[in-house]
C-alpha cells in the first residue's frame, strides 16, 4: 500500500528555495511618477543638449572663420581731381574701392585679413601700385601731386605720337541739366592710328578714322591756343574740360562745346551694330 506526503514550501524573503538560491522581493511600494514633471525634465534635458551642440559648432565656425579689417585711405592729388578708383588685389581676391571723397579720408570696411597690391588708377588710365597689409584698422596715405607735369613744350601730343606712345584723353562735359565723362586712347601703328575705348564688354578698339584722327588734333590745337577759340563759338550752354596725357605730360583746357569722345564712341558703335 502506498503512501502519498505532502510538502508544501512557503518561502520567505532570504530564505533558501529547494535549489540553494535566494528569493527576494521588493517591499518597497512602487512610485506614481508625475506625467508632468517626466515632460519638464526632458524638456530640460533637451535644451542643454542642444545649447550644447549650438556652443560646440559655433566655436569651431569661429575659429575658422576669416577676419575682416578696415583700410583709411587718403590720396594727396592736385586740383584736377583725376584719381578717384583703386583696386586692392591678391591671389584669389579683387576690391574696388572708390574715392569720392578725394580730399578726406576714406575708410573702406570688411576687408579679409592679407597683404594686397593696392592699385590707384586715375581717370587717364594710368597706374600707381603700392603694397599694403590689411589689418584690423589700416592707414594709408598716397601721394600723386607730381605724378602728372604740366606740358610746356608747345608740341601737339598728336603731332609726336610714336608707336610705342599710347595718348589718353579724359572730358568732362557739363551743361545746365547734365553731366557726363568719356575717356579714350589713342595709339599707332606705322601710318594708322586706334582709338581705343574701356566698356562693360571691356577694351574695345577700332580704327581710327581719318577725319576722326583730324578732329582729335583740331581740339588739341585749340586747346594750344586760345586765341582760336574766340571764333565760332556759338551760343553753346555746354562746357568741356580736357585732358590729354603723353608720357604723363598734360594738357588741360576748356572749351565751350560737347565734348567728341563720347560722339565718337557712338558712331563707332552704331556701325559695328548694323
Not at 45 to 56: A, G, V, Y
Request: aromatic share 12%.
Amino acid at each position: 500500500m502506498r503512501h502519498f506526503v505532502h510538502i508544501k514550501f512557503i518561502v520567505q524573503p532570504g530564505t533558501l528555495t529547494p535549489t540553494g538560491s535566494h528569493i527576494y522581493r521588493n517591499d518597497r511600494p512602487e512610485r506614481n511618477r508625475n506625467p508632468l514633471v517626466v515632460m519638464i525634465n526632458f524638456r530640460i534635458m533637451q535644451r542643454t543638449i542642444l545649447t550644447l551642440f549650438f556652443l560646440i559648432s559655433g566655436f569651431f565656425s569661429l575659429s575658422g572663420q576669416t577676419k575682416n579689417g578696415s583700410l583709411i585711405l587718403k590720396i594727396r592729388q592736385d586740383k584736377q581731381k583725376l584719381w578717384y578708383h583703386a583696386r586692392l588685389s591678391s591671389n584669389d581676391t579683387i576690391i574696388d574701392l572708390y574715392q569720392n571723397l578725394p580730399k578726406r579720408k576714406v575708410a573702406h570696411d570688411s576687408i579679409p585679413y592679407g597683404t594686397y597690391r593696392l592699385i590707384l588708377i586715375s581717370e587717364l588710365g594710368d597706374m600707381v601700385e603700392r603694397e599694403v597689409t590689411i589689418a584690423q584698422r589700416t592707414k594709408m596715405v598716397i601721394n600723386v601731386r607730381s605724378f602728372y607735369n604740366k606740358d610746356a613744350s608747345g608740341s601737339n601730343f598728336t603731332d609726336i605720337l610714336s608707336d610705342q606712345d599710347t595718348l589718353r584723353i579724359f572730358t568732362r562735359e557739363s551743361g545746365c541739366f547734365h553731366y557726363s565723362e568719356s575717356n579714350c586712347e589713342i595709339t599707332r601703328q606705322d601710318t594708322n592710328y586706334f582709338i581705343h575705348f574701356n566698356s562693360s564688354k571691356g577694351k574695345e578698339t577700332f580704327l581710327l578714322k581719318k577725319s576722326y584722327f583730324e578732329l582729335i588734333r583740331n581740339t588739341e590745337n585749340r586747346g594750344r591756343h586760345p586765341g582760336l577759340n574766340k571764333i565760332n563759338q556759338g551760343y553753346w550752354t555746354t562746357n568741356t574740360v580736357y585732358y590729354y596725357s603723353l608720357n604723363r605730360k598734360l594738357l588741360t583746357f576748356t572749351l565751350h562745346s560737347p565734348d567728341f569722345v563720347s560722339n565718337i564712341y557712338r558712331y563707332y558703335k552704331e556701325r559695328h551694330a548694323e
